[in-house]
């Protein structure tokens, strides 16, 4: 959609506008976020299925011991939402999205629309309310995911078990569906307080106005905006949008035969994604435990040191004329456009210790243009007596060039594998050199 755009539509008759859209002034605070935490939990976490999906198409008896059998066995006693919280705060998440309800119709909420929900089981936790206080308590803004397709409501009202196959699975066809929806959307946006994003994985028609009608301020992502599932976009997007991505091959706990992407190659889809405009909400599975997996957790603690760094060319940036030049990213500040970020490929292609120099064609210098690197003050190389770490910055004809030592000690053996990046102040983009820097870009990104 086009930012600015008018957020509310008459209704015939009635007198009064309708909300249509996200308000703008909350589409650009999604846009400054950055990046989130999605969280994928269900029942059917205990024997490690793909999320509510072994549900479509499935035999009476699996369904009979899917609905009936799980609940009687969920019971996550090691669950501390605190700790996911904390953890999700130190990766630099700035929202989280929760599974209130996947396709299976389960709800992960002490829901009055259906038994078919975690009350009903050895938990016994309102996990939804938990998890709620506890993001909020760091400051991370609050997303619910909701399915308006629900295989139990099918199931129980004898229409097959499918995603979007039949007439009946779309909300907008079938009132009875409508109503349930209504029903729980209604306790999900007033019985626990402010919520900042709402998820529709499925038809939104007629239930997006009805989360804007409940809390106008909240941003609909999916349903709304584009939300592109294991995918980047080739170029950037215009207004906001969100990729979604899972760690490993599955959304929810997979036990077997789930290899999980480096801490490197989630730490550089972050940066792609903020260079081409995005978000990136990037999922775990926990265990059905209530432990989000060691694996997991690991790389969440790896992001968490490049965080720690670097995190304010991430977060309220928006993209620079040009998104890479060669390997090396840009995003630029929201509230200074003369200050830019260049993410610089770490590990064996930038060494502990070695001195390196840059050609930045696209980006054109002065006398007031100055360099940093995130995190080190580029004054000592640890161990080393007399090393000269100083930044060099050089207008020239041909870019900028920027002359600067890798020198900020992260591991015990210096082989810290991830981009270092460096903030370049009081510059202008360079047209004359960008055209096929532009196209060298687009094309390395497909």
Aim: glycine share 8%.
């Amino acid at each position: 959609m086009v930012l600015g755009v008018c957020a509310f539509a008459s209704v015939t008759g009635m007198g009064q506008a309708q909300q249509t859209a996200n308000l703008p002034d909350k589409e650009q605070w999604f846009m400054d976020l950055g990046f989130g935490m999605f969280v994928h939990w269900s029942l059917d976490s205990q024997v490690g299925a793909v999320i509510s999906h072994s549900m479509a198409g499935a035999s009476k008896d699996y369904m009979e011991r899917f609905v009936n059998e799980l609940p009687k066995t969920f019971n996550p006693r090691k669950f501390e939402p605190d700790d996911w919280a904390v953890l999700a705060k130190l990766a630099g998440m700035k929202y989280v999205v929760f599974t209130a309800k996947h396709h299976s119709g389960f709800c992960m909420w002490n829901t009055k629309t259906t038994g078919f929900n975690v009350m009903n089981t050895p938990c016994k936790r309102d996990i939804l309310k938990e998890i709620i206080e506890a993001f909020r308590k760091q400051g991370i803004a609050i997303g619910i995911y909701f399915s308006p397709e629900d295989f139990y409501y099918c199931y129980k009202h004898d229409i097959p078990v499918g995603r979007l196959q039949h007439d009946l699975h779309y909300p907008a066809n079938n009132k009875g569906l409508m109503d349930y929806d209504k029903a729980q959307m209604k306790e999900l946006l007033t019985q626990y307080g402010k919520i900042d994003i709402f998820f529709f994985d499925g038809p939104a028609e007629e239930l997006k106005e009805y989360a804007w009608q409940l809390q106008p301020a909240i941003v609909v992502t999916r349903g709304h905006l584009e939300t592109p599932e294991q995918r980047l976009p080739d170029r950037p997007i215009p207004g906001p949008w969100e990729a979604c991505f899972t760690m490993g091959t599955d959304w929810q706990y997979k036990p077997t035969n789930d290899p999980h992407k480096s801490g490197t190659q989630i730490i550089n889809m972050l940066i792609e994604t903020r260079a081409k405009g995005g978000n990136l909400l990037m999922n775990v599975g926990p265990k059905p435990d209530g432990e989000i997996q060691i694996e997991q957790e690991a790389l969440l603690r790896e992001i968490a040191l490049w965080n720690l760094v670097n995190t304010e060319a991430i977060h309220a940036i928006r993209p620079w004329n040009i998104i890479k030049e060669g390997d090396i990213w840009f995003t630029r500040s929201k509230t200074n456009e003369t200050t830019v970020y260049a993410f610089v490929p770490g590990g064996n292609n930038w060494q502990f210790g070695k001195r390196k120099e840059f050609i930045l064609k696209t980006l054109e210098g002065n006398e007031q243009t100055q360099a940093s690197i995130l995190g080190y003050a580029s004054e000592l190389i640890e161990y080393r007596k007399g090393a000269d770490a100083t930044i060099r910055v050089y207008p020239t004809p041909l870019g900028l060039v920027v002359s600067a030592v890798n020198g900020h000690r992260l591991y015990t053996n210096n082989q810290w594998p991830n981009p270092v990046v460096l903030k370049i102040e009081n510059v202008k983009y360079k047209p004359e050199n960008a055209i096929m820097e532009q196209k060298s870009s687009i094309d390395g990104a497909k």
